[in-house]
């Protein structure tokens, strides 16, 4: 790992991560406005990295699959609601948010299996992956998925092979409509904004942009119509790394460590200061 | 000092030898012990990175993951043997209550006052129950952590929290209990091994259990 890309952080590690050099953070932005739901996304996501599909059943939807899942990293979330008596159909794409305080990589307890890079990508290294499933639990997006067969968990790599050669991402490459955009986060973060400033004087008062400040912001960022709703886009209003994870990695840690050596120090004080409990009568081992 | 003969020599020619565990007791409770420490060593490569070193040593974080769980399963199966033999033996009555509220007293060596303890005393039975309730929950949250893939967000949430706090609550109570069995109680550790003690030791450890024995 020491010859990839610079790390901000390493699930597992003490220490952390090497020194960053860059500056720059890279970033995704959806616009989902200009989304038409074409799926050319999820196409290029599994041609580029080599997935194969299994086709599920029809659930009177026009979206792929019920959910992300081991091998399907990019799905376009299909939503029906309706508002004022008038049905509203909003799609946005969902996948790794490549957050900026990741809660798979708090969670993991596999040296290196998590790594988020000095650009903001928040990668799995599955040969360091012990499949124990606490980043599934560590995510407040429900991203990672675990191989039934490999015990190995998959998500986006934001196409971190594709980037660290100067490359946009696939599912960027391919989008028809430009709703996708990749480059670095300050100025996507502008971008989302001057788009959304556009939507409100076109009569979208509750435009916004989706980034969630309770991972600290995502690197992948949405212009939402409804931004007041995300949950109707299939986007968690708050996501936030859940607070027993949070205490599990943290609190609980020292204090579970200071206990069990506090336990055997203890022990041995005991020991030193008042010595065996002998029988009470002298002729118990001793001549 | 200098001419202290080895416990064993000594005793069996002075001294009357009484069985304090049978060999089904002990085969249980060594069980129950390997069990407990597996599960332990490679609980803890998962808890802190700065001992996912353990891990190395029972076949690295893959074979760790995949058979901690299978500590845990065995630990309870024997667990549960140890819990059907003894849970009757292990009841608190009124002297061990008093006993416990003197527990201090008892760590410092002055007995003074201290209830007679019968065949297990109230710190032994305490710890048993401990490490039934504290075991029970470890069973529970281990099995929602096992699957992660197909246990609900809630009870995962709820597990990855209470599966640690068990498991330090047991893992203090077995520091506790090695110590006890081993350096601070002289004797004891042979009575779980070769499983006999010597008659001064029983009166003097466990005196209502040993008038029990005499009375036989």
């Not at chain 2, 040593?57 to 058979?67: C, E, P, S």
């Amino acid at each position: 790992m020491t010859t990839g890309p610079d790390l901000k952080a390493i699930s597992a590690t003490p220490g952390g991560a090497a020194a960053t050099t860059r500056s720059h953070t890279v970033a995704k932005l959806i616009d989902t406005t200009t989304c038409i739901g074409c799926k050319a996304c999820e196409v290029a996501c599994q041609e580029w990295n080599n997935q194969q599909f299994t086709i599920g059943n029809f659930a009177g939807t026009y979206q792929t699959l019920p959910d992300l899942t081991h091998s399907f990293w990019n799905l376009i979330k299909f939503n029906e609601s309706e508002q004022d008596g008038q049905p509203v159909w909003l799609m946005a794409k969902y996948q790794c948010m490549h957050c900026v305080d990741p809660g798979c990589l708090r969670a993991c307890p596999a040296p290196g299996a998590i790594v988020q890079n000095a650009n903001g990508i928040v990668d799995f290294n599955q040969d360091q992956c012990i499949g124990c499933g606490y980043c599934m639990t560590g995510c407040p997006f429900d991203v990672p998925k675990l191989n039934p067969i490999t015990k190995k968990v998959h998500k986006c790599t934001l196409c971190t092979d594709r980037v660290s050669v100067g490359l946009e991402p696939a599912c960027i490459k391919a989008c028809p409509t430009n709703c996708l955009s990749f480059g670095t986060r300050e100025d996507l973060l502008r971008k989302a904004e001057t788009r959304v400033d556009a939507l409100k004087e076109d009569g979208r008062p509750q435009a916004g942009i989706y980034n969630p400040e309770g991972v600290g912001g995502t690197h992948v960022i949405y212009v939402l119509a409804q931004a007041d709703q995300p949950e109707k886009y299939g986007l968690p209003k708050d996501p936030r790394i859940p607070w027993t994870v949070a205490l599990w990695k943290g609190p609980l840690k020292w204090a579970g460590n200071a206990l069990l050596l506090g336990g055997i120090l203890g022990a041995f004080l005991h020991y030193l200061r008042y010595g065996p409990k002998d029988s009470g009568k002298p002729a118990d081992g001793i001549d | 000092m200098a001419l202290k003969t080895p416990a064993s020599r000594q005793t069996a020619s002075t001294e009357t030898r009484i069985i304090r565990f049978s060999t089904a007791e002990r085969t249980v409770h060594w069980a129950v012990a390997l069990a407990f420490l597996y599960a332990t060593l490679t609980g803890l490569a998962l808890w802190s990175p700065r001992l996912f070193w353990l891990s190395a040593i029972f076949g690295g974080g893959t074979t760790v993951r995949a058979w901690h769980p299978w500590g845990g399963v065995l630990f309870a199966l024997f667990f549960a043997v140890m819990f059907r033999r003894w849970n009757r033996q292990m009841r608190l009555d009124g002297d061990d209550r008093r006993w416990l509220r003197l527990a201090h007293r008892y760590a410092v060596h002055d007995e003074s006052g201290l209830p007679e303890a019968g065949r297990f005393n109230a710190g032994q039975k305490a710890l048993f129950w401990m490490q039934a309730s504290s075991g029970s929950l470890l069973l529970l949250t281990g099995l929602v952590l096992w699957w992660p893939e197909i246990m609900p967000r809630l009870l995962r949430e709820i597990s990855v929290l209470i599966h640690p706090i068990a498991a330090v609550v047991s893992i203090g109570g077995l520091i506790i209990h090695v110590y006890m069995g081993t350096a601070a109680v002289p004797g004891a550790f042979r009575g779980m091994t070769q499983g006999w003690v010597t008659s001064e030791w029983a009166a003097s450890h466990h005196s209502k259990w040993y008038r029990e024995i005499r009375r036989r």
